[in-house]
């Protein structure tokens, strides 16, 4: 695969569709600089600001947008909200559509026939699996992302939490978390 992304990269570049430069900025732009951190600050501020909170849930980008945060793979992104009678985890059934400028890059897992497949079938287990245990009352709700829209779920807010500040919340929230296959 490597060799093949190299000859790839290679022919682009001769034929003068794209510069190696600008791939090595984007590489390492998702590499080091863009990643969870930026989703779980989107959680924490929707947990402190309730018309931050409406707004994420009415228009994912434009909310996120505001806070500096947007990008490729994230032009059209929704989320969805855990609440006491729904969880909701995120797939991609074709691909690895996933929401780059709020999570970085997929995880291995999450790209993964295995993964795809059986969540949709099977997503109580699959989350069982992963050492997420939703109770039997809570529905289970799985959303396909895709490459024009893609999900994030926002977590259920951690009893006890009241006086935390938001870099103290942000701190709570992990990627898996905003994929769904963990509770916060
Ligand atoms: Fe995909």
Not at 101 to 123: D, F, I, N, Q, T
């Amino acid at each position: 695969m490597a060799l093949r992304v190299a000859a790839l990269e290679q022919l682009l570049t001769d034929k003068g569709y794209c510069d190696p430069d600008t791939i090595d900025r984007l590489v390492e732009l998702y590499e080091t600089r863009v990643g969870p951190h930026h989703g779980a600050r989107v959680v924490a501020e929707a947990w402190s600001d309730s018309a931050f909170h409406e707004h994420l849930l009415a228009n994912a980008s434009q909310a996120m947008s505001g806070l500096g945060i947007s990008g490729m793979q994230g032009e059209n992104m929704v989320v969805v909200e855990n609440t006491g009678d729904v969880h909701n985890v995120v797939v991609c059934t074709l691909c690895s559509c996933y929401p780059w400028p709020v999570l970085g890059l997929p995880p291995r897992w999450y790209k993964s026939e295995p993964y795809r497949a059986r969540v949709v079938r099977e997503p109580r287990t699959v989350l069982a699996e992963m050492g997420c245990h939703v109770a039997n009352d809570v529905e289970i709700r799985v959303w396909d992302s895709s490459a024009d829209l893609r999900y994030m779920v926002l977590p259920r807010r951690p009893a006890g939490s009241d006086e935390l500040s938001r870099e103290e919340l942000a701190g709570l929230v992990t990627r898996d978390g905003m994929i769904g296959v963990a509770l916060v």
